[in-house]
């Protein structure tokens, strides 16, 4: 899917699914519908057999959508689960770093907030234009590199340190799956097969031998419904991108809640 799709609002994109699908199967209908009836009349019987072609392509193809859906779904639903739980650890992160001798722990949460002030005010609205950009990493780095120079004086140190050193290498797993999960989305060939099958589902509607105006109902119902389906796995596709997408909410609670002096 294009990425400037996603930027179009979720009533305009419903509305242009459902003017080109059905478009398409109406303007196919006229078009291409009494070159093709020729061959159904031909032979006693051929709209039974295009029944059953069609049942059996509507098996296979309504599967595949299917278990698109559902991994689509999943997709999003994991790096949803994974934005909370990030935010979780970066939360336990700053409540550790709290308990740092000063300045050490004011320096450490004054990063803390600036990194998460970054991720809300510049990373997400990157996201939702499909970049993942460094600035984040940057201050990752620069507060691993001042937590790290931290020389614990005395044994309680020694065991806040290694607990906060712990809890920054979950931290830092789950921002790593954050930043790869901007790209994930499904593969082309994927989308390649999903379009052509929506292609050749309506076409065959128009080999059936019955009156125009039940192909315009008939093949609208069809045609609006496959448009439906491939739309609800469009806009689950990219986690961060369009109407229905991962908000920065986590994020923008924690730094109102406990970061802000």
């Known amino acids: 899917m294009a990425d400037w799709l996603y930027n179009l609002p979720i009533k305009t994109l419903a509305i242009w699914v459902a003017v080109i699908f059905v478009g398409y199967c109406w303007i196919g209908g006229m078009l ?13 019987g051929g709209n039974d057999v295009v029944g059953h072609v069609l049942s059996s392509f509507g098996v296979f193809y309504g599967l595949l959508l299917g278990l698109i859906a559902v991994a689509a779904y999943q997709n999003f639903s994991r790096v949803e689960a994974n934005v909370v739980k990030e935010v979780s650890s970066l939360e336990t992160l700053y409540e550790d770093v709290s308990i740092f001798p000063e300045p050490d722990g004011q320096n450490l949460r004054w990063l803390l907030r600036d990194y998460t002030r970054y991720v809300i005010k510049y990373a997400w609205p990157e996201y939702r234009e499909g970049r993942s950009p460094q600035g984040g990493t940057t201050r990752i780095k620069a507060f691993q590199e001042r937590m790290l120079a931290f020389e614990p004086g005395s044994r309680t140190e020694e065991l806040v340190f290694a607990e906060a050193l712990r809890q920054f290498n979950v931290f830092l797993e789950q921002q790593r799956v ?7 989305g499904i593969p082309a060939i994927m989308w390649y097969v999903v379009i052509v099958g929506a292609v050749l589902n309506i076409g065959l509607l128009w080999l059936f031998d019955m009156r125009f105006m039940t192909l315009i109902l008939l093949g609208g119902v069809l045609s609006f419904f496959l448009g439906a389906m491939i739309l609800l796995i469009a806009v689950m596709d990219k986690p ?17 809640n406990k970061m802000r002096d």
Do not use: D, M
């Not at 519908?33 to 006693?44: D, E, K």
């Open 32 to 44: 291409f519908r009494p070159i093709l009836r020729p061959f159904v009349r031909s032979r006693h």
């Open 178 to 184: 954050r930043e790869q999960s901007v790209k994930t």
């Open 240 to 256: 961060f991108q369009g109407a229905v997408s991962i908000s920065p909410e986590p994020f923008e609670q924690l730094y109102w």
